[in-house]
């Protein structure tokens, strides 16, 4: 993804993380609750965030992600809610992992260029679905990549089953949302939802979480399947929060670095 693009953070590309005292395998929150033992503070009473949250540089934005809620209503009034705990930044311009990359604007990837917080949708191998959302920067977008489930699981189980083969074992909860095809199977986000704005839609929007993860348990990895990009496959541009079973790969390399 990618698009002529002004200078972002002035973050530096060497992995960072602090250790977590939390076990990778430790299971996700339950679903009535809306509680996630991987973040600390009171729930906020479901606030939407609005435009201001969008518009700031692909990698603050993409790190701002974590901690906040993920909200698909379905058709018949079902609200299906997931915390997001894993995200990448594509800056667009010279990042060569970018679909943007050298500013390249195509009928594909017009909502990377579209104003912050607009849905950007893709497709991968003919039949998966990535979601993604735009930010500051010219051609830039944040990849979800991952999803803790809080609500309506059944609903993403069913949605899931509908994608799967026959006579397939039942997915665990922390496996409904665990990989950036998977989430938008569980959430039922379609290829329409391309080009939509996430500060007003009216199925799909995000929401206010607990307080955000704090800086020593949130990872900063290289980002996944963009082996074709050269010098740009080590940078380390995914976010996720240490510890968390819901991420879909575990750096551990990432995460010894900052241990040592």
């Not at 934005?61 to 901690?67: H, M």
């Not at 949605?159 to 026959?166: I, N, P, Q, T, V």
Request: positive net charge; glycine residues 8%; proline residues 5%.
């Amino acid at each position: 993804m990618s698009g002529q693009k002004r200078k972002l953070d002035s973050v530096s590309v060497e992995a960072t993380t602090v250790k977590s005292s939390h076990a990778q395998d430790s299971p996700p929150a339950k679903t009535a609750a809306l509680i996630s033992r991987y973040f600390t503070g009171e729930e906020k009473s479901g606030s939407r965030l609005g435009e201001d949250f969008f518009n700031q540089p692909c990698i603050s934005l993409a790190k701002a992600f974590l901690g906040k809620v993920l909200v698909r209503r379905l058709p018949d009034g079902t609200e299906l809610r997931g915390r997001v705990v894993e995200a990448e930044a594509y800056l667009g311009g010279e990042d060569k992992a970018s679909h943007s990359s050298g500013g390249k604007r195509t009928e594909r990837n017009t909502a990377m260029f579209m104003k912050p917080g607009t849905i950007y949708v893709y497709q991968i191998y003919g039949i998966y679905l990535c979601m993604n959302i735009s930010s500051q920067g010219e051609g830039a977008a944040v990849l979800l990549r991952s999803l803790e489930p809080l609500q309506g699981l059944e609903a993403m189980r069913e949605l899931r089953s509908a994608r799967r083969k026959e006579n397939v074992r039942l997915l665990k909860d922390k496996e409904l949302c665990n990989g950036p095809s998977k989430l938008c199977q569980a959430l039922d986000i379609q290829r329409g939802f391309d080009r939509r704005d996430l500060a007003s839609d009216h199925e799909v929007w995000l929401e206010q979480g607990p307080e955000s993860p704090t800086p020593e348990t949130v990872v900063s990895a290289p980002r996944i399947g963009i082996n074709y990009a050269g010098e740009w496959v080590s940078k380390p541009l995914r976010f996720y929060i240490q510890g968390n079973s819901c991420v879909s790969v575990v750096d551990k390399a990432a995460e010894r670095a900052s241990s040592t």
